[in-house]
């Protein structure tokens, strides 16, 4: 199982960012998938999470109507589209599912900075 990160970056705040996750190793289109952060000092938390057809997204409350999590399972992929960016969106973003135990990938570092 193999869970790849990508497109995190430096933002402005009010800017947006698109970081991506590539899967291998698994049939990705059987499972759920989520977005994981963890700012310095706190505890790694959920932020979105998108069932294995793409039809039920959730959020946590903080990135409700700011972020969009969605999946291409023909390219084994999933993304998060992050809106609107607060300085305390920043963060290590890691791409997750659960087989038999949760899997992680590396992660993306997110910065919302002036």
């Known amino acids: 199982v193999q869970l790849v990160e990508s497109g995190g970056g430096l933002v402005q705040p009010g800017g947006s960012l698109r970081p991506s996750c590539a899967a291998s190793g698994f049939t990705f289109s059987r499972y759920t998938m989520s977005w994981y952060r963890q700012a310095p000092g706190k505890e790694r938390e959920l932020v979105a999470t998108?069932?294995?057809?793409?039809?039920?997204?959730n959020y946590a409350d903080s990135v409700k109507g700011r972020f969009t999590i969605s999946r291409d399972n023909a390219k084994n992929m999933v993304y998060l589209q992050m809106n609107s960016l607060k300085p305390e969106d920043t963060g290590v973003y890691y791409c997750?599912?659960?087989?038999?135990?949760?899997?992680w990938g590396q992660g993306t570092q997110v910065t919302v900075s002036s």
């Open positions: 997750s599912t659960v087989l038999r135990f949760r899997e």
């Open positions: 998108i069932t294995s057809g793409g039809g039920v997204t």
